[in-house]
């Protein structure tokens, strides 16, 4: 079992919640998102989160957060916590997303 399993950012939580309607939310830039995305994949880019911080506490839960960098993803998920968001899941790459949503 990989410390992100333990932690509950495996990809048993994370498939799960793509089972149950979670929300994906890609934190890359609109540059980056417009040369390849994840179906219903909602782009709003790392910089623009804390501006949309409403926006995201009514959208349904759960969300999973993914970028093409681990840090942006990270960074996305620490401001969400820390603003009460608290149902968020650490998608990390969003090619790895990409090929869950495809499997399932």
Not at 35 to 51: A, F, L, V, Y
Not at 52 to 78: F, G, V, W, Y
Not at 86 to 98: A, D, H, Q
């Amino acid at each position: 079992m990989s410390i992100f399993s333990i932690l509950g950012f495996g990809n048993g939580k994370v498939k799960e919640a793509l089972r149950h309607g979670a929300v994906i939310i890609d934190v890359r830039t609109a540059h980056e998102f417009d040369q390849g995305k994840i179906g219903g994949s909602i782009n709003i880019p790392i910089d623009r989160i804390s501006i949309n911080l409403q926006r995201l506490r009514h959208m349904p839960k759960p969300l999973i957060i993914c970028s093409s960098s681990d840090s942006e993803t990270e960074q996305a998920i620490a401001i969400l916590k820390a603003n009460g968001i608290k149902e968020v899941y650490n998608g990390g790459r969003w090619t790895r997303i990409l090929r869950m949503t495809k499997s399932l």
